[in-house]
């Protein structure tokens, strides 16, 4: 396994991923499949190339299995801050430690930026799993928002939790 800063020459393979993402875990995400299905490639590839966008993927040769995205805040009183966006691994390779080794490499990636100070991300309330494992890296959670997302007639409360580093 590998993992590493994807590029806008991985457009293709991050697309496909995330709209998988976005149909297997429609509650994990704030936008949907049906919003971005018929967005093109180079949408995809402009998310990649971002300044204070950081896109990590984990390959196993070369297909993608997960990827975590960090984003730091440019506005000059937010800057202490980054937030994690988008994490997600394939059902077929999930409980390998993927989701781990993504969330270190965006962690230690706003370490290498030196003003960030803390990490948010927020998760679904019920997602124990990811719960757990960003509990395990040091997250904490500081509040919870109900009715944070609406699927149809059904509501998700997400929980946001921070590491400060």
Known sequence: ??????TAADAEVYRQLRL?????????????????????????ASRLEGQESFTFGAFEQNDLLGVATLVQENKMKLKHK???????????????????????AVINQAKVLAVVEQINLTVVSSNDSAKGLYKSLGFQVFGTEKRALKIGQQYVDEDYMVLYI
Not at 25 to 42: T, Y
Not at 82 to 104: D, Q
């Open 20 to 44: 998988e993402g976005l149909q297997m875990n429609p509650e994990a995400f704030g936008s949907s499949f049906e919003e971005e299905k018929d967005m093109g490639l180079a949408l995809f």
């Open 1 to 6: 396994m590998e993992i590493r800063l994807l």
């Open 82 to 104: 980054a937030t994690i966006f988008a994490v997600y691994v394939s059902p077929k390779k999930r409980g390998l430690g993927l989701g781990k080794h993504l969330m270190l």
